[in-house]
Structures are given as structure tokens and as C-alpha cells.
């Protein structure tokens, strides 16, 4: 059992940054797969990131078309948190944004997900 809960979420404007936060529990955060996923009001989930363990301390990132270049995906295994830094925020980033685990690599499909968080609203104004 693996228990997230993310954090961080909030109004900003166009052109903000805002970094998310994910901490987890009841596994050990370096030897999961993790990931982020939003949802859009009357949109299917749709996959932003990941972070899949390859060995040791070594991950693989992974960034949807629409983030790439603007978000970032990072883990502080000492604090068992994983993060979304979200740069140059665009409109279309209103969402609620969701942690993701898993005990395979995570790719972009929803379904691979073992355990969400509970998820965080972000709402970007122009």
C-alpha cells in the first residue's frame, strides 16, 4: 500500500510558476515508480510526467508533448516527495493534478496507475 498526498496547487496567472508537491507513504518513495496525471473539467485523464526507477538512485524522466520544456519531475527520496515544477503555466493547464505510483514503469496510460492521491486543483486565470 502506498498512500500519496499532493500539495502546492492554486489560482495563479498566465505565465506563473507553480511547483506541486507529492509525499508518500507506507513505501519506500525511491523504489517506486511515480508519476503526474491531470484532469480537466469534462476530459479524460491524460498522463504529464514520470519518473520510473531504473536501478539504484537512477531514473528515467518522461514529459507529455504539451509540458515539455516547461515542466520538471523530480523526487527528494529523503523526504519521500515527489514534485512537478510547472513553469510558463498556460491556460490550458487548469486541472486537477494527481500523484501517481506504481510497482511497474509507468507509462502514459492511466490504467498502468496502482495508487492516486486524493489530487490537487490547479487553475490558471489569463
Known amino acids: 500500500q502506498v498512500d500519496l498526498v499532493e500539495s502546492g496547487g492554486g489560482l495563479v496567472q498566465a505565465g506563473d510558476s507553480l511547483t506541486l508537491s507529492c509525499t508518500t507513504s507506507?513505501?519506500?518513495?525511491?523504489?517506486?515508480?511515480m508519476g503526474w496525471f491531470r484532469q480537466a473539467p469534462g476530459k479524460e485523464r491524460e498522463f504529464v510526467s514520470s519518473s520510473n526507477r531504473i536501478g539504484g538512485n537512477v531514473y528515467s524522466t518522461t514529459y507529455a508533448d504539451s509540458v515539455k520544456g516547461r515542466f520538471a519531475i523530480s523526487r527528494n527520496n529523503a523526504k519521500n516527495t515527489l514534485y512537478l515544477e510547472m513553469n510558463s503555466l498556460q491556460l490550458e493547464a487548469t486541472a486537477m493534478y494527481y500523484c501517481?505510483?506504481?510497482?511497474?514503469?509507468?507509462?502514459?496510460?492511466?490504467?498502468?496507475?496502482?495508487?492516486w492521491g486524493q489530487g490537487t486543483q490547479v487553475t490558471v486565470s489569463s
Open positions: 507506507g513505501r519506500t518513495l525511491s523504489r517506486v515508480h
Open positions: 501517481a505510483a506504481s510497482s511497474s514503469p509507468l507509462g502514459q496510460a492511466s490504467h498502468e496507475v496502482d495508487y
